[in-house]
Structures are given as structure tokens and as C-alpha cells.
């Protein structure tokens, strides 16, 4: 994860840390953290850039570019 975040365009000059919080073999299960470094909130910078689902899609691309 860390590689992934830190080398993306959109993400990689805020992002800071990734921590695995929880890891579960029975159902292939990781929980983790991402600690990113913000400017003063702006209400488009929040709502599209920091946005839960453009986080994941990020990874989801890298995932994809590999295969």
C-alpha cells in the first residue's frame, strides 16, 4: 500500500502512512490505516480528492495495471 499511494499522481504528495490495524486468515480479511497529510480544508479538495471510494479506486487501478 505504501508504494501504491506514495507513487500515485493524485495522492502521493499527501499521503504519509499505511498500517495494518487487522488481519484475519480465516476470511483473507486486512483492515488497515492510511494517514494522509492535508492542506486546510477546502470543501472540493475534501469531497473528491479525500473521497473514501477515489481512495479505494486508486488501488483498485493498481491492482488492475499488474495483471
Known amino acids: 500500500l505504501t508504494e501504491v499511494y ?3 499522481p493524485a ?3 499527501y499521503f ?3 498500517q495494518v490495524i487487522s488481519f484475519s ?3 483473507s480479511t ?3 490505516q492510511l494517514v494522509f497529510s492535508v492542506p486546510p480544508p477546502t ?4 469531497k473528491n480528492i479525500m473521497n473514501p471510494d477515489f481512495i479505494r479506486n486508486i488501488l483498485r487501478q493498481n491492482i488492475c ?3
Open 11 to 13: 495522492l502521493g504528495r
Open 65 to 67: 495495471d499488474e495483471d
Open 30 to 32: 486486512v483492515n488497515y
Open 43 to 46: 470543501e472540493g479538495f475534501m
Open 6 to 8: 506514495s507513487s500515485s
Open 25 to 27: 486468515n480465516e476470511s
Open 16 to 18: 504519509r502512512s499505511a
